[in-house]
């Protein structure tokens, strides 16, 4: 049956309007966060399998065109985050998300069914755009929610959610495809988070637009709340003109470049050096684990301690991990640098979304939100091209070692450009 209503405070001239904060919007938010997770569970399908199928089903020997998939997912979820964040400021935050659990349906009957690459290309185009508008409203929801007191625990616990079932998913879908085959056993899995996510976002969620809107009417007024702010500005500011806005967006574009990387050619890699199936699983499983669960606790200490720390040391670390990858030649080697990719992962990802929250104010910030998710999720696309084709020339560990560089010198700019107050100063 539906939730109640929100809770509301009286406030002057007797008008009902919503309470922020975690405490107030409780059962609404974790509902939100489970939601989040069968997110995630529509990604964890690909992890484990969708690599190994490449080569083992389709034929497809050249790294490029195997990661065709994630290039693909890349671009279409960066494009669908953009116009996440436009259509949950026109329209409200929970048609976009029903819409986006519509198109995630035929999602794993196109990779059970597939009897070409192009049908996989396809079904990560759908995905692409299903997790988009789920995961990007998802954020938007949980910040609307949360207030500005406690952001970066709500973003901690939103990606710990969905990143833990990513993990979860990787993990159960190489038992899965180690004893029952790479098809069709292991995508059963997302025909049953498609159908949960999609329940449960149109019978029980609840529209929070009214609470962006009581926090913009109650916030300060700066330069950057103006009504006159254009789509156009808003996009410059977030990709450019604003030095966090700007900066948090390339941090999140080689975060994912090397999660692109990670899900690509690491499976390639270790199956190359003789691993089984399910310890491959273990790997995949493993990174995206210590990712999700650490957020819970980086994105509240983010809060007390400032979001620059946690960015800058978060995008270092992973750069130390890539670097150990490329070294390593064992199961145990591997395992320890995925932890320390899934630690520093974990610093780096709620806090650069609580820093947008930061710096956005609630009139633009679904806007803001999703042209840094567009940014983000490029990264996708722009490290499944640069990995391939560096892979095809000179090897996959020469290509681990380029995005390791790159890695590290986003920490720097971070470092240089972040402002270190929190919240951070207003939008220019």
Do not use: C
Not at 79 to 99: E, I, Q
Not at 174 to 184: E, S, V
Not at 365 to 377: E, M, N, P, Q, T
């Amino acid at each position: 049956m539906p939730t109640s209503p929100p809770p509301t405070t009286r406030a002057a001239g007797h008008t009902d309007a919503p309470t922020l904060g975690l405490r107030a919007n409780l059962p609404q938010f974790l509902l939100l966060v489970a939601v989040n997770a069968l997110v995630g569970g529509m990604l964890g399908q690909e992890r484990t399998v969708l690599p190994l199928l490449a080569a083992g089903e389709f034929g497809l020997t050249a790294h490029t065109a195997a990661l065709t998939f994630i290039a693909a997912f890349g671009l279409s979820k960066a494009a669908a985050n953009y116009a996440a964040g436009t259509w949950s400021d026109r329209y409200g935050r929970k048609p976009v998300l029903v819409a986006g659990w519509m198109l995630a349906v035929p999602v794993p009957l196109l990779l059970i069914w597939a009897p070409t690459w192009t049908w996989v290309i396809v079904a990560n185009i759908l995905l692409g755009i299903s997790q988009g508008l789920t995961w990007s409203t998802t954020v938007v929801m949980k910040i609307d929610l949360a207030g500005p007191a406690r952001r970066g625990l709500a973003m901690g616990l939103n990606e710990a959610a969905g990143y833990g079932a990513v993990a979860a998913t990787a993990l159960a879908t190489g038992y899965i495809a180690a004893h029952a085959g790479l098809r069709p056993e292991p995508f059963y899995l997302g025909i049953a988070f498609a159908a949960l996510g999609l329940g449960a976002s149109v019978l029980f969620v609840r529209e929070t637009r009214g609470h962006a809107h009581h926090e913009a009417a109650t916030a300060p007024a700066t330069h950057a709340s103006s009504a006159t702010l254009t789509n156009r500005d808003i996009f410059a500011a977030t990709s450019w003109r604003d030095r966090t806005l700007s900066s948090v967006s390339q941090a999140g574009l080689v975060n994912n470049l090397n999660d692109g990387l990670a899900w690509g050619l690491f499976p390639v890699l270790f199956a190359g050096a003789g691993l089984s199936v399910s310890r491959i699983g273990w790997l995949a499983a493993a990174y995206p684990a210590v990712w999700g669960l650490g957020q819970v606790a980086t994105g509240a200490l983010s809060d007390r301690w400032g979001r620059k720390p946690f960015i800058v040391t978060g995008m270092l670390t992973q750069a130390v991990a890539l670097a150990l990858v490329a070294l390593g030649d064992t199961f145990g080697t591997w395992l320890a640098a995925a932890v320390l990719l899934g630690a520093g992962t974990a610093m780096v990802y709620p806090t650069l979304l609580a820093a947008i929250g930061d710096v956005a104010h609630p009139a633009w910030r679904a806007r803001s939100v999703g042209i840094y998710r567009l940014w983000r999720d490029g990264g996708f696309a722009v490290g499944a091209l640069l990995a391939g084709v560096i892979a095809d020339l000179w090897g996959v560990r020469p290509a681990i070692w380029v995005v390791a560089a790159l890695t590290a010198t986003s920490g720097l700019i971070a470092h240089r450009r972040i402002s270190p107050r929190t919240p951070a100063s207003p939008a220019a």
